[in-house]
């Protein structure tokens, strides 16, 4: 699989360089890389301009936090316009929502006694929980950033701030108005029964949500199967997207996904700026 269509840095959450991002994908064979940090573009135009060294395509993309009946939920936007005002203005109000998350997990924390996490705010534009579980690993409150979620940041824990994120027909419209398509991220993380994703999808598809991430890591073969079955019922494309944030012994590179199911209609297919001019 040449493409993977989702991927972090450390503009958002992610711990590698959009440069650094660049090399590695290039080194697993990925040809065409979405860079896709959380409500943030900035990481793009460095990725572009690593890429020209790797023979790679750099997607511009962004995944965007948005809301569904109470559920947090991720609509990756690809090949997006990085000039567009519509988007801006809305990543704008999204990075707003998360400073102000910032200050009130910063404040959870210090009345928790873990005192000093309001200086994250400064060093970090587009602050988000990641950050804080980093920060709590390397200060000694966590041994780990998955330590951190469960003891501190997790739905339910002490320094657990609930947001409201825009609805999601209103990020589907940002992404739109950028040129770009749509894709609901990782369907199968948002622990929602079978019939509550298929409400989830009847919304995005009548929000004009375009396509599903029908393939990512961590995915069996039966999973991506009945992904692939669902995308075709509600007339969405596919696409692949590794979810890479780390460079972790148990998660390398990005990349390394299976392909499309035969059938699918990718999320690539009329989009030329997401395709390689050599065909593959
Ligand atoms: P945020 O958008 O700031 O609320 O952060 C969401 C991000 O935090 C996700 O994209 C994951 O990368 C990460 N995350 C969420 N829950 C966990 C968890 N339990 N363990 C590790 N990382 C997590
Ligand atoms: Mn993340
Ligand atoms: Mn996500
Ligand atoms: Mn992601």
Same mark, same amino acid.
């Given at each position: 699989m040449y493409y993977d269509l989702h991927t972090h840095t450390v503009c958002s959450d992610g711990r590698l360089t959009p440069e650094a991002l660049v090399a590695a994908a290039a080194a697993a064979g990925v040809r065409v890389l979405a860079v896709t940090d959380h409500d943030t573009i900035v990481g793009v135009e460095a990725a572009r301009a690593a890429a020209g060294g790797h023979d790679m395509t750099v997607v511009a993309g962004v995944e965007v936090s948005a809301m569904w009946e109470g559920h947090t939920i991720h609509v990756v936007g690809l090949d997006v316009c990085l000039d567009d005002a519509v988007l801006k203005g809305g990543l704008g109000t999204l990075h707003g929502i998360r400073a102000d998350r910032? +200050?009130?997990i910063a404040e959870r924390l210090t009345a928790l006694g873990v005192c000093g996490a309001e200086g994250l705010l400064e060093r970090h534009?587009?602050?988000g929980r990641g950050h804080f579980a980093q920060w709590l690993t390397d200060t000694g409150h966590a041994r780990s950033r998955t330590q951190a979620f469960k003891l501190f940041?997790?739905?339910?824990r002490a320094a657990y701030v609930g947001v409201e994120w825009p609805p999601i027909g209103e990020v589907v419209g940002w992404l739109h108005a950028a040129g770009g398509c749509a894709v609901l991220a990782h369907p199968t993380r948002y622990t929602l029964s079978g019939g509550r994703l298929r409400q989830l999808l009847s919304t995005f598809v009548a929000a004009g949500g375009d396509a599903l991430e029908v393939v990512s890591?961590?995915?069996d073969a039966g999973e991506i199967g009945r992904l692939a079955r669902l995308a075709a019922q509600f007339?969405? +494309?596919a696409s692949a997207g590794s979810d890479f944030h780390d460079a972790l012994p148990? +998660?390398?590179t990005p990349g390394g996904l299976a392909d499309l199911p035969a059938g699918c209609v990718a999320v690539w297919h009329d989009r030329p700026r997401m395709q390689r001019a050599d065909g593959i």
């Amino acid at each position: 699989m040449y493409y993977d269509l989702h991927t972090h840095t450390v503009c958002s959450d992610g711990r590698l360089t959009p440069e650094a991002l660049v090399a590695a994908a290039a080194a697993a064979g990925v040809r065409v890389l979405a860079v896709t940090d959380h409500d943030t573009i900035v990481g793009v135009e460095a990725a572009r301009a690593a890429a020209g060294g790797h023979d790679m395509t750099v997607v511009a993309g962004v995944e965007v936090s948005a809301m569904w009946e109470g559920h947090t939920i991720h609509v990756v936007g690809l090949d997006v316009c990085l000039d567009d005002a519509v988007l801006k203005g809305g990543l704008g109000t999204l990075h707003g929502i998360r400073a102000d998350r910032g +200050r009130a997990i910063a404040e959870r924390l210090t009345a928790l006694g873990v005192c000093g996490a309001e200086g994250l705010l400064e060093r970090h534009p587009v602050i988000g929980r990641g950050h804080f579980a980093q920060w709590l690993t390397d200060t000694g409150h966590a041994r780990s950033r998955t330590q951190a979620f469960k003891l501190f940041l997790e739905r339910g824990r002490a320094a657990y701030v609930g947001v409201e994120w825009p609805p999601i027909g209103e990020v589907v419209g940002w992404l739109h108005a950028a040129g770009g398509c749509a894709v609901l991220a990782h369907p199968t993380r948002y622990t929602l029964s079978g019939g509550r994703l298929r409400q989830l999808l009847s919304t995005f598809v009548a929000a004009g949500g375009d396509a599903l991430e029908v393939v990512s890591a961590g995915l069996d073969a039966g999973e991506i199967g009945r992904l692939a079955r669902l995308a075709a019922q509600f007339g969405l +494309r596919a696409s692949a997207g590794s979810d890479f944030h780390d460079a972790l012994p148990w +998660r390398k590179t990005p990349g390394g996904l299976a392909d499309l199911p035969a059938g699918c209609v990718a999320v690539w297919h009329d989009r030329p700026r997401m395709q390689r001019a050599d065909g593959i």
